[in-house]
Protein backbone atom coordinates (compact mmCIF):
# COMPACT_ATOMS: atom_id res chain seq x y z
CA UNK A 1 0.00 0.00 0.00
CA UNK A 2 1.41 3.32 -0.97
CA UNK A 3 1.35 5.60 2.29
CA UNK A 4 -0.72 8.87 2.71
CA UNK A 5 1.10 11.88 3.12
CA UNK A 6 -0.63 14.51 5.20
CA UNK A 7 0.19 18.22 5.45
CA UNK A 8 -0.63 21.54 6.27
CA UNK A 9 -0.03 21.19 10.45
CA UNK A 10 1.10 24.02 12.79
CA UNK A 11 0.75 26.61 15.21
CA UNK A 12 -2.36 29.17 15.24
CA UNK A 13 -4.25 31.01 17.71
CA UNK A 14 -7.20 30.40 18.39
CA UNK A 15 -10.27 31.30 16.18
CA UNK A 16 -7.60 30.90 13.39
CA UNK A 17 -7.49 28.51 10.41
CA UNK A 18 -5.81 25.86 9.08
CA UNK A 19 -6.23 23.34 6.27
CA UNK A 20 -4.71 19.90 6.11
CA UNK A 21 -3.79 17.71 2.82
CA UNK A 22 -3.61 14.25 2.35
CA UNK A 23 -1.63 13.06 -0.78
CA UNK A 24 -2.73 9.65 -1.89
CA UNK A 25 -2.14 7.43 -4.59
CA UNK A 26 -4.41 7.39 -7.52
CA UNK A 27 -5.80 3.71 -6.99
CA UNK A 28 -6.35 4.62 -3.10
CA UNK A 29 -8.37 7.76 -4.18
CA UNK A 30 -10.31 6.73 -6.55
CA UNK A 31 -11.66 3.34 -4.84
CA UNK A 32 -11.63 4.54 -0.91
CA UNK A 33 -13.17 6.73 0.98
CA UNK A 34 -11.19 8.55 3.46
CA UNK A 35 -11.29 9.82 6.54
CA UNK A 36 -9.68 12.07 9.50
CA UNK A 37 -9.28 11.28 12.99
CA UNK A 38 -6.65 12.79 15.39
CA UNK A 39 -4.51 11.90 18.59
CA UNK A 40 -3.98 13.89 21.36
CA UNK A 41 -1.18 13.07 24.00
CA UNK A 42 -2.36 10.56 26.46
CA UNK A 43 -5.68 10.29 24.77
CA UNK A 44 -7.00 7.32 21.97
CA UNK A 45 -7.10 8.28 18.57
CA UNK A 46 -10.51 9.66 17.44
CA UNK A 47 -12.52 10.02 14.51
CA UNK A 48 -13.27 13.67 13.39
CA UNK A 49 -13.97 13.37 9.46
CA UNK A 50 -14.82 10.95 6.56
CA UNK A 51 -15.69 11.56 3.04
CA UNK A 52 -17.22 8.91 0.24
CA UNK A 53 -15.82 8.76 -3.15
CA UNK A 54 -19.20 10.76 -4.37
CA UNK A 55 -18.44 13.44 -1.68
CA UNK A 56 -20.53 12.66 1.36
CA UNK A 57 -19.90 13.42 4.19
CA UNK A 58 -19.71 12.57 8.03
CA UNK A 59 -18.23 14.72 10.80
CA UNK A 60 -17.60 14.09 14.55
CA UNK A 61 -20.15 16.59 16.66
CA UNK A 62 -17.30 18.73 18.63
CA UNK A 63 -15.99 20.08 15.09
CA UNK A 64 -19.38 20.39 13.11
CA UNK A 65 -19.80 23.22 11.21
CA UNK A 66 -16.05 24.38 12.16
CA UNK A 67 -14.31 21.86 10.02
CA UNK A 68 -15.19 20.75 6.11
CA UNK A 69 -13.48 17.40 4.67
CA UNK A 70 -13.59 17.66 0.91
CA UNK A 71 -11.08 16.05 -1.97
CA UNK A 72 -9.90 17.26 -5.00
CA UNK A 73 -9.86 14.85 -7.83
CA UNK A 74 -7.24 16.10 -10.16
CA UNK A 75 -4.52 15.85 -7.16
CA UNK A 76 -5.68 12.74 -5.81
CA UNK A 77 -5.84 14.76 -2.22
CA UNK A 78 -8.10 15.22 0.67
CA UNK A 79 -8.55 17.88 2.72
CA UNK A 80 -9.80 19.52 6.10
CA UNK A 81 -10.70 22.72 6.46
CA UNK A 82 -10.23 23.70 9.91
CA UNK A 83 -11.47 26.82 11.09
CA UNK A 84 -12.57 28.30 14.33
CA UNK A 85 -9.93 26.71 16.29
CA UNK A 86 -9.92 25.83 19.64
CA UNK A 87 -7.00 24.66 21.91
CA UNK A 88 -8.97 21.50 22.26
CA UNK A 89 -8.37 20.57 18.85
CA UNK A 90 -4.71 20.45 19.61
CA UNK A 91 -3.61 17.21 18.64
CA UNK A 92 -1.75 14.99 15.79
CA UNK A 93 -3.74 14.46 12.55
CA UNK A 94 -3.70 11.74 10.66
CA UNK A 95 -5.31 10.93 7.20
CA UNK A 96 -6.80 6.96 6.59
CA UNK A 97 -7.61 5.19 3.94
CA UNK A 98 -11.47 3.73 4.86
CA UNK A 99 -11.05 -0.11 4.19
CA UNK A 100 -14.37 -1.65 5.07
CA UNK A 101 -16.59 -1.52 7.83
CA UNK A 102 -17.86 1.22 9.87
CA UNK A 103 -16.46 4.78 9.32
CA UNK A 104 -16.62 5.67 12.88
CA UNK A 105 -14.41 2.44 13.82
CA UNK A 106 -10.69 2.68 13.77
CA UNK A 107 -10.44 -0.57 13.11
CA UNK A 108 -11.81 0.06 9.37
CA UNK A 109 -9.25 1.64 8.21
CA UNK A 110 -6.06 -0.30 6.87
CA UNK A 111 -3.64 2.30 6.06
CA UNK A 112 -2.06 5.77 7.82
CA UNK A 113 -0.02 8.26 7.38
CA UNK A 114 2.42 9.81 9.11
CA UNK A 115 0.47 12.37 11.12
CA UNK A 116 0.80 16.34 10.96
CA UNK A 117 0.84 18.23 14.06
CA UNK A 118 -1.96 21.00 15.06
CA UNK A 119 -1.45 23.17 17.87
CA UNK A 120 -4.04 25.80 18.97
CA UNK A 121 -2.71 28.23 21.42
CA UNK A 122 -5.41 30.00 23.63
Known amino acids: VQPLVESGGGLVQAGGSLRLSCAAS????????MGWWRQAPGKEREFVAWITLISTTAYAEDVKGRFTIFRDNTNNTVYLQMNSLKPEDTATYYC????????????????WGQGTQVTVSS
Open 26 to 33: RRTFENYA
Open 96 to 111: GRHYQGGAYSLSSYDS
